[in-house]
């Protein structure tokens, strides 16, 4: 299974297609797990809601952008006390919430970060297929813990 070659083991993901083009790769991916945990009060679910798409950037392939396309379910609480009618799954391991980079990218960004200026890292990533501007990558440098 390439996914997980490609991803965390423990990321669960399925590949569904790829499709190529001049602007990059478009990885779809879905997640093979049938409940997921409601992020308030920790009770699995199975009773699904819906499904949405999430677009994140992960590293570039042979210099191409690479961008993923990964189904998201979302499903009900179990727990009638619990202040979340309906909740998102979470990629721990690959994705947080409302995040447009994977975990692997940002943690790319912010190592080459520290060790080039905003601006020369900025204009290598280009090179490499990865868009970002030298404020993006100050932020990721601030928002690294001491």
């Known amino acids: 299974m390439l996914a997980t070659v490609l991803f965390p083991q423990n990321a669960a993901l399925q590949l569904e297609g790829l499709k190529p083009s001049e602007q990059g790769v478009l990885i779809h991916l879905s997640t093979l ?13 199975n ?8 677009y994140p950037t992960d590293l570039p392939c ?3 952008p690479v961008r993923l396309q990964i189904q998201i379910r979302r499903f009900f609480c179990r727990n009638r006390q619990c202040a979340k009618r309906t909740f998102a799954e979470r990629l721990q391991q ?20 520290y ?4 601006e020369s890292g900025s204009r290598v990533l280009s090179g490499l297929g990865v868009v970002t501007s030298p404020d993006s990558l100050m932020r ?5 813990p001491e």
């Open 33 to 45: 797990t049938s409940t997921a945990p409601c992020p308030v009060c920790q009770q699995e679910s």
């Open 94 to 113: 690959l994705l947080h919430p409302r995040k447009r980079r994977t975990e692997r990218l940002a943690t790319a960004l912010t190592q080459l970060s």
């Open 47 to 54: 009773r699904l809601h819906s499904y949405y798409y999430r």
């Open 62 to 64: 042979f210099g191409l």
């Open 140 to 144: 990721l440098i601030r928002a690294t």
């Open 115 to 118: 060790e080039v200026s905003a």
